[in-house]
């Protein structure tokens, strides 16, 4: 469905205990709460499988480079 909606899908995905420590962070909520939402969401596996391209993000240096990953794909697709 995706790929009607848009010319390009990227996933950034992480572990499922970077997931909640981030969102626990960002959202002021407690672990179950973070577990919850985590686990009503599709598994990571899914959007590795159906997206044009897929990151690992766990870590500074990953997003730092997923960043730059995504900012060149991006380029490319507007200059296409």
Do not use: G, M
């Not at 899914?46 to 997003?63: E, K």
């Amino acid at each position: 469905r995706l790929h009607k909606l848009c010319d390009l899908t990227v996933a950034v995905l992480c572990d499922e205990e970077t997931r909640v420590q981030r969102i626990t962070a960002r959202d002021d909520i407690d672990r179950q709460a973070a577990l919850l939402r985590i686990r009503s969401q599709k598994p990571i596996a899914f959007y590795a499988n159906h997206c044009d391209y897929a990151f690992w993000n766990d870590s500074a240096d990953a997003a730092k480079e997923t960043a730059a990953h995504i900012e060149q794909l991006l380029w490319e697709e507007n200059h296409h």
